[in-house]
Nanobody, 129 residues
Framework: QLQLVESGGGLVQPGGSLRLSCATS????????IGWFRQAPGKEREGVSC????????KSADSVKGRFTITRDSVKNTVYLQMNALTPEDTAIYYC??????????????????????WGQGTQVTVSS
């Protein structure tokens, strides 16, 4: 059973940056497609970014393109979400998720949260002055 742990959330001013991390307290992230999702109060959980096993494939939602970057470090067994130029609209709980299904099947076209099997507990990101 893969257990995911997110960290790096917090309070940041508009225009600021944060880097979220997704690690596992049990097992390895190698061999899993990893996605970042977020859920704002009163809204559905939405896909943010996704990365393939090899890091060759990445996809980001239009709302974060050019501002957020997803990367993975296989040695550190960690996936990162670098978030720049944050706005209040980015305020949400951010979740990482993992699934052994290949990237091309679960997020190359659409970041499909229904296809991800393992989820972390989330980390709060608040963008406010």
């Amino acid at each position: 059973q893969l257990q995911l742990v997110e960290s790096g959330g917090g309070l940041v001013q508009p225009g600021g940056s944060l880097r979220l991390s997704c690690a596992t307290s049990r097992g390895t992230l190698n061999g899993f497609t990893i996605g970042w999702f977020r859920q704002a109060p009163g809204k559905e959980r939405e896909g943010v970014s996704c990365i393939s096993y090899t890091s060759r494939g990445t996809k980001s939602a239009d709302s974060v393109k050019g501002r957020f970057t997803i990367t993975r470090d296989s040695v550190k067994n960690t996936v990162y979400l670098q978030m720049n130029a944050l706005t209040p609209e980015d305020t949400a709980i951010y979740y990482c998720a993992a699934d052994p299904t290949p990237f091309r099947d679960i997020c190359a076209v659409v970041l499909n949260k229904e296809r991800f099997r393992y989820w972390g507990q989330g980390t709060q990101v608040t963008v406010s002055s």
